[in-house]
């Protein structure tokens, strides 16, 4: 069931996701169209995320905004409910109330190993967005293992001393008890700048076909295909944290519901990571008893599937 | 001629890889009916692409796993290419042989034609050459009235696009000649027909005209576009009951089959048990004159109405694996529509990936076209109406026994 609405205020609204918004020149939504959008959400009872990009907004937007209860995303060094880095520095200062997303690159992401082990104590939650996810080699993945035991060792520590800070790649599969994907299309559709609906911010981002628009409102072509039990590999597996991203399958395999090979092994990396700290917090006391995280002998549930 | 279907469980327990040729896009025909929207005379492969092909396929034992193998050259008309086929197969068994390739007798050759070149010194010299590794099938579609109302000439001049325009001359005097011949070599061969809207009125007529032919084994399957007329189901029923009429009462099923009737269809499907997808795409490979490999040749442009090729690598890069993978895990349940799951006859009930593709609302493969729901069940009807009849009837004559005993099993035709 649908449960959020995405609006992109601006053509350059920040990107949170896997695809980088390409579009350089400032087009905002037009005012009846962010109208028509809350209106919308309102009669399906949506919540509201707003996503900003890096100027101030005009006044009569900003009322507008105000007529709904909602999240802000916005890009650093706005405030908002989840603040957006990019482009390397990870700065963090008065940011503890804040969810912090940083995207980078896999070079980027091998070099901030100790920057982001520095920065966990100080946030309340961190999501780390690789954008270049497809291009994970089997060597990738040992030197990315090697990261994320670092940044457990961290976690270890914090939450024995009862802070829990959150690392979207490791505590969230260490907390979670059933699938937690993106589910664009299914749970969250966004409306963008141009008065359509689109599957998500990265279907607008890659010009992708729109599916639907505000008077209409939104109607999306084999909508089943985006859902977990039309997805042969993911409703079989176990990586409840992996984003299951339908714009990156989109990218990868052509289809929306089939993951690429380089998702499935990243997500598998960090489902294994997070088993180990699950273990190790477990040596020292009791904790989310009701998670088991099984012990598997593959990286890609492909390799795995049923053979028919 | 000794008989080639030596190893046949291997073949057909979909053990083989097959991997397919498109030599050519140009045929001497223009059938109405053909899928090849855009079959043309310019697109011919060269020896080049075929033997980096071959390259690529043969250095990459790893990937290929299959027990056995199938080449496959189709077009157009793959006879066309004659003298490229046989480098082509030649180059194929020296490499094979030197590379103690796993395939080396465990390998063969296969066509499907529409035999108008097949008498001619070059294609005759090609199968006595590899005739210990051969499978041929001629297309011919019944009786000359119904062959000629699909299966023309083409007009000697192409559009100004390239692409061939149908005659009015049909070409079933051209075909039958080589009939005798062709079934000399391979008494065991069957033949494909293909049936649209237009040609129900002559089902019956055309399969026991094969069948006089000396043609033992039809595979008849209805197109799966959207052709269908309303009402066409019903003449279909009916057309298909008065076959089983004729095929019991003239004695033909002991000998003889078509695989329209199999005990084999008609029941419901279990979600979990049957879950398979029924056609072979992404488990065979095709490569066409650019060099561009497909998850089989429907996914090629002349294939295609209305969306793009659905292209998995080249012969430079090989395969990009990522976008096999939804060929791979395609299941049946997953594209099929709410109905074909609660079907009480869907046992059977066909569908192309190809066609599911070029037919989907979206860019996907897991969309699956129903345009012969309909018909499907027509047929289940009639081929319920066979099988009681057939069995009253030998129950009658105390010959069940005998009959089970040996028949002829017609499995579904995968694609
Ligand atoms: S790891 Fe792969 S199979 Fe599992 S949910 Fe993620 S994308 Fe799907
Ligand atoms: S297409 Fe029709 S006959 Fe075939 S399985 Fe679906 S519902 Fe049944
Ligand atoms: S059914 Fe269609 S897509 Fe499948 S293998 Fe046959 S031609 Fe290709």
Redesign the pocket.
């Given at each position: 069931m649908m449960q959020y609405l995405v609006i992109l205020l601006d053509d350059t609204s920040v990107s949170y996701c896997h695809a980088d918004n390409p579009y350089k020149e400032r087009r905002l939504i037009n005012l009846d169209d962010l109208r028509a959008g809350i209106r919308y959400a309102m009669t399906e009872n949506l919540m509201i995320q707003f996503v900003y990009p890096d100027y101030a907004l005009p006044k009569e937007y900003l009322d507008v905004i105000d007529t709904i209860d909602h999240h802000d995303i916005v890009p650093y060094p706005l405030k908002g409910d989840v603040v957006v880095i990019e482009n390397g520095e990870l700065r963090v200062e008065n940011l503890a109330d804040a969810v912090v997303v940083v995207r980078l690159k896999k070079a980027e992401l091998f070099d901030s190993g100790e920057a982001i082990a520095a920065t966990l104590p100080k946030v309340q939650r961190l999501n780390v967005v690789v954008t270049d996810l497809e291009t994970f080699t089997d060597e990738d993945l040992k030197r990315y293992n090697t990261l994320l035991d670092q940044w457990a060792a961290v976690l270890n520590a914090e939450y024995l001393h009862g802070r829990t800070p959150q690392l979207n790649l490791l505590t969230d599969r260490m907390m979670l008890t059933k699938p937690n994907h993106c589910n664009a299309g299914v749970e969250n559709i966004t409306l963008a700048p141009d008065g359509r609906f689109y599957i998500c911010p990265d279907f607008y981002y890659s010009q992708a076909e729109p599916v639907g628009d505000l008077q209409s409102g939104p109607a999306i072509p084999n909508q089943q295909l985006l859902r977990l039990d039309h997805t042969p590999l993911c409703r079989h597996c176990d990586a409840y944290h992996c984003r299951r991203c339908v714009w990156m399958n989109r990218q990868t395999t052509l289809e929306v519901n089939t993951p690429s090979h380089e998702q499935c092994i990243v997500a598998h990396t960090e489902r294994n990571a997070a088993r180990r700290l699950l273990e190790s917090i477990r040596k020292e006391a009791t904790f989310m008893p009701e998670v088991e995280i099984k012990e598997i002998d593959y990286l890609d549930p492909f390799d795995v599937r049923k053979e028919w | 001629m000794q008989k080639v279907r030596k190893n046949d469980n291997a073949w057909q327990s979909g053990r083989a890889k097959n991997i397919t040729f498109i030599v050519t896009k140009d045929c001497q025909l223009a059938c109405k009916y053909c899928y090849l929207v855009g079959k043309n005379v310019k697109e011919r492969m060269s020896w080049e692409t075929a033997k980096a092909f071959i390259d690529y396929v043969l250095s990459h034992e790893n990937e290929f796993r299959e027990e056995s193998v199938v080449w496959d050259f189709i077009g157009g008309e793959p006879f066309l290419e004659i003298e490229l086929i046989d480098k082509i197969c030649d180059y194929l068994k020296l490499r094979m042989f030197e590379l103690n390739h796993h395939w080396f007798n465990s390998y063969r050759f296969s066509f499907s034609t529409n035999g108008i070149n097949y008498h001619t010194p070059e294609v005759q010299n090609f199968i006595q050459k590899n005739r210990e590794h051969l499978s041929i099938g001629i297309t011919i579609d019944g009786t000359e009235k119904k062959h000629d109302l699909n299966r023309v000439w083409k007009q000697a001049t192409p559009n100004a696009n390239g692409i061939t325009q149908p005659s009015e001359r049909g070409s079933y005097k051209d075909v039958v000649k080589n009939i005798p011949l062709w079934l000399s070599q391979f008494p065991d061969a069957g033949t494909k027909v293909t049936i649209s809207s237009a040609d129900i009125p002559y089902i019956t007529e055309s399969v026991l005209h094969l069948y006089s032919l000396g043609i033992h084994q039809v595979n008849i399957n209805v197109v799966?576009e959207d052709v269908w007329q309303e009402g066409d189901d019903k003449r279909f029923e009916e057309q298909l009951m008065q076959l089983a009429d004729a095929i019991i009462d003239g004695g033909w099923y002991q000998d003889y089959a078509c695989s329209f009737f199999s005990e084999h269809i008609g029941k419901p499907l279990d979600p979990e048990l049957d879950n398979q997808n029924?056609?072979?795409?992404g488990r065979?490979l095709s490569v066409d004159a650019a060099g561009n490999l497909y998850?089989?040749?429907?996914?090629a442009q002349y294939?295609l109405r209305s969306k793009k090729a659905l292209v998995i690598g080249n012969i430079h890069d090989g395969i990009n694996q990522n976008l096999l993978r939804p060929f791979l895990t395609l299941d049946r349940t997953t594209q099929s529509p709410q109905k074909c799951l609660d079907c009480e006859v869907a046992s059977g009930c066909?569908?192309?990936?190809?066609?599911?593709?070029d037919a989907a609302q979206t860019n996907t493969i897991y969309e699956r076209s129903t345009a012969i729901c309909l018909m499907h069940k027509a047929r289940v009807r009639a081929n319920n109406y066979y099988w009681n009849k057939l069995y009253r009837k030998l129950e009658l004559e105390g010959r069940r026994e005998e009959y089970e005993a040996n028949k002829r099993d017609v499995k579904p035709e995968?694609?």
């Open positions: - | 799966f029924w056609c072979g795409a065979m998850p089989c040749t429907r996914f294939s066909a569908w192309c990936q190809g066609e599911n593709y995968i694609c």
